[in-house]
């Protein structure tokens, strides 16, 4: 009842009063249930959630890292839960700056997505494209773009030419051209996805 409480009360925007609620859960279910269980993992996914929407993401990471040794503990990496508490877990990693960490949970990601839904698969990209997102941040723009590349390819093949989640890469290609300093290049693909966009969602343009 705490728990679900807690998911209420931080849907309504109050993170901090969620927090409260998430810790207090998180106690009793490790008290009573032990650390490899399936509720733990909930519990601790929601608590390191409630942590990143207030930018406390060095706490996070420690409550998505239990989230992930639950889940998989309990219905095994393969798992849908497991893998979205990965997903989390790779993303407050990039968000408290520790890149070489975030990357290897997305490498894992892909690395799993491939063989679980196969190279072209929209999940399979999506995961590409993250880690291309990563690469760049950490400056390896080269490594990125190619990545990206086959993210943007995989994409179109699967979901068209006009579909957004295509712009979403094209704008990471164009992010890693922007750092190897080939700015015409960018500029074309970042207009390619702006046109995408727009196509899109014209009421947004």
Request: proline share 3%.
């Amino acid at each position: 009842s705490l728990n679900d409480l807690g998911v209420v009360v931080d849907r309504g925007g109050a993170s901090e009063d969620a927090e409260a609620l998430y810790r207090e859960a998180l106690r009793i279910r490790v008290s009573k249930l032990g650390e490899g269980h399936r509720a733990v993992g909930i519990t601790a996914n929601n608590l390191a959630a409630a942590l990143y929407r207030q930018r406390r993401y060095d706490e996070a990471v420690p409550f998505a890292e239990q989230a992930l040794r639950s889940m998989r503990a309990t219905v095994g990496p393969d798992h849908q839960r497991a893998i979205i508490a990965q997903s989390n877990l790779a993303a407050m990693k990039l968000a408290a700056g520790e890149l070489q960490s975030a990357e290897q949970e997305f490498r894992d990601l892909l690395e799993g997505e491939r063989r679980l839904q196969g190279p072209n698969h929209p999940v399979t990209a999506h995961q590409m494209n993250a880690l291309a997102m990563v690469l760049n941040q950490a400056r390896r723009h080269e490594e990125a773009e190619g990545i990206a590349r086959e993210a943007v390819a995989s994409r179109r093949e699967a979901l068209g030419e006009s579909h957004p989640d295509v712009a979403a890469s094209l704008t990471t290609v164009g992010d890693a051209l922007l750092g190897q300093r080939r700015h015409g290049e960018a500029l074309e693909l970042y207009r390619q996805a702006l046109a995408i966009r727009r196509r899109a969602q014209p009421d947004r343009t």
